[in-house]
């Protein structure tokens, strides 16, 4: 329920969030995206296949007066 609400606080369309992190500067908000299937680099085929995973921090507009960030 909460995740659902935040989602539509913070506009956040086509994720979950799975975990909110608040300190005394920055508040960081952990997001997950459902895999789409896309086009393979090295053959072009189509693939829902994930080689790879890594985290990206994207810093977005400040809430209550402190960074926020997108992990």
Same mark, same amino acid.
């Given at each position: 329920?909460? @995740?659902?609400?935040?989602?539509? +606080? +913070?506009?956040?369309?086509?994720v979950k969030i799975n !975990?909110? @992190?608040?300190?005394? @500067?920055?508040? !960081?908000?952990?997001i997950k995206t459902n895999? /789409? ?11 829902? /296949?994930?080689?790879?995973? /890594?985290?990206? +921090?994207?810093?977005? +507009? ?7 960030f997108l992990v």
């Amino acid at each position: 329920m909460h @995740s659902n609400f935040i989602n539509k +606080l +913070l506009n956040l369309q086509g994720v979950k969030i799975n !975990k909110i @992190s608040h300190e005394d @500067s920055f508040i !960081k908000i952990y997001i997950k995206t459902n895999p /789409r299937e896309h086009t393979c680099p090295a053959c072009g085929c189509l693939t829902s /296949r994930v080689h790879d995973y /890594r985290n990206q +921090l994207i810093k977005d +507009l400040p809430l209550q007066f402190k960074h926020v960030f997108l992990v």
